[in-house]
């Protein structure tokens, strides 16, 4: 988490002086330096590239845009600038994974890439695919250069999210504001929460997580403390994060989407993904899921998408087959309380709600075992450690 060091702390508290000090004309572009500064900081070698590829998908949705977003040559851009950015994502983020792949099946011996993976690029490429899905689907119907390039290089939401939404945003930058108390009284506190979860909740989680880190041939009590240890860790370290993501945007007197809203309180698989990493959902919802068909197709089908598209949520969190299984684990569990729900009408009461509860972070703390390992082999040595007979 590079905004718990201090040169970006510095740099976030030199621009926000900066910001509010000068003309609301000159915001936007304070917003696009400071993220530069911040790429630069983290990773110098690969900020030409991330800006290489917002001006190329920004130009490929102006000329569709111009051309008409139902014209041939207007959807020949938009498909050309979502290819482009999936393929920069496959080819720094899973290039290694796809020929470590290759080499196990076929036994070939291919030399892996020592590729360096530009930060946050998960979250760039998510951004740009929604900006030109939504010139397509027409939502978008005009952007200025400085709108979007402040909305790509907004530095609090650059590594980890919230995954913002260009139209919600550009909105806020052109909306004339004034510096007021509330935003640091609120920004500020949201910042001191965040810091104090993840220094003196999450990070005290750290010694304990250590038997999932290694394959457990047997039960034991540190690895059950490792299990509920990860399922403290991960979530207060996430929901930290977005804190101080959104803490530092009020403080800009800008907003970004939730992320967390009590996912541990949830009594279902769904209800959970309404909870947990809500602005990653509600993208893979929108871009993903629907496109495939969503709900509106066969009861196979459907199942298949819930599937299909929380396999691709778990390679997004990384490129190693404990992540893949974790992803279709969760779709095995969507699909299974989906059709649960339209066969079965259950009468709510205490015992069955606490029940329900039981058995989600049962099933949550199974895929928090995948998540956490190095690799599929130790997760499952590790799970068989804790199931007995499987």
Not at 18 to 38: D, M, N, T
Not at 40 to 49: C, K, N, R, S
Not at 213 to 235: C, E, H, M, W
């Amino acid at each position: 988490m590079i905004f718990t060091t201090w040169a970006i702390g510095i740099l976030f508290w030199v621009s926000l002086a900066v910001y509010w000090l000068s003309p609301q004309a000159y915001r936007k572009a304070i917003l696009i330096v400071s993220g530069l500064l911040c790429y630069v900081w983290a990773i110098p070698i690969h900020t030409l590239a991330i800006v290489g590829l917002s001006l190329i998908t920004y130009a490929l949705g102006e000329f569709a845009l111009e051309k008409g977003v139902d014209s041939r040559a207007g959807r020949t851009a938009l498909i050309s600038g979502i290819v482009l950015s999936v393929l920069v994502l496959v080819g720094f983020k899973y290039t290694g994974f796809l020929l470590d792949t290759v080499n196990q099946a076929f036994s070939q011996a291919i030399p892996l890439p020592n590729l360096l993976i530009p930060l946050g690029i998960s979250f760039f490429v998510f951004e740009f695919i929604h900006y030109l899905s939504d010139i397509w689907r027409g939502l978008i119907r005009r952007a200025e250069l400085d709108d979007y390039m402040a909305f790509i290089l907004f530095f609090p939401t650059m590594v980890s999210g919230p995954i913002k939404r260009f139209q919600v945003f550009a909105d806020q930058l052109n909306a004339p504001k004034h510096l007021q108390t509330a935003y640091f009284n609120a920004g500020l506190g949201r910042i001191i929460i965040g810091l104090f979860k993840k220094i003196v909740i999450a990070d005290t989680m750290t010694p304990f997580i250590e038997p999932l880190l290694r394959p457990n041939d047997q039960f034991s009590g540190s690895l059950a403390l490792a299990v509920v240890a990860y399922t403290i860790k991960i979530y207060i370290d996430f929901s930290a994060y977005t804190d101080i993501a959104i803490g530092a945007t009020t403080m800009f007197g800008l907003s970004v989407p939730e992320n967390f809203e009590q996912p541990y309180l949830t009594r279902n698989i769904q209800k959970f993904w309404n909870k947990w990493h809500m602005s990653l959902s509600s993208w893979i919802r929108d871009y993903v899921f629907f496109p495939l068909g969503g709900s509106r197709v066969s009861k196979p089908r459907m199942f298949l998408n819930f599937i299909l598209v929380m396999a691709i949520c778990g390679l997004w969190h990384g490129a190693n087959y404990n992540f893949l299984v974790w992803g279709l684990w969760n779709g095995f569990g969507l699909a299974v309380h989906r059709a649960w729900t339209m066969a079965v009408q259950i009468t709510d009461n205490g015992v069955i709600a606490f029940s329900s509860w039981v058995l989600n972070m049962v099933f949550v703390m199974i895929g928090w075992v995948l998540f956490a390992a190095p690799n599929l082999p130790t997760a499952m040595a590790n799970l068989r450690a804790l199931i007995p007979g499987l």
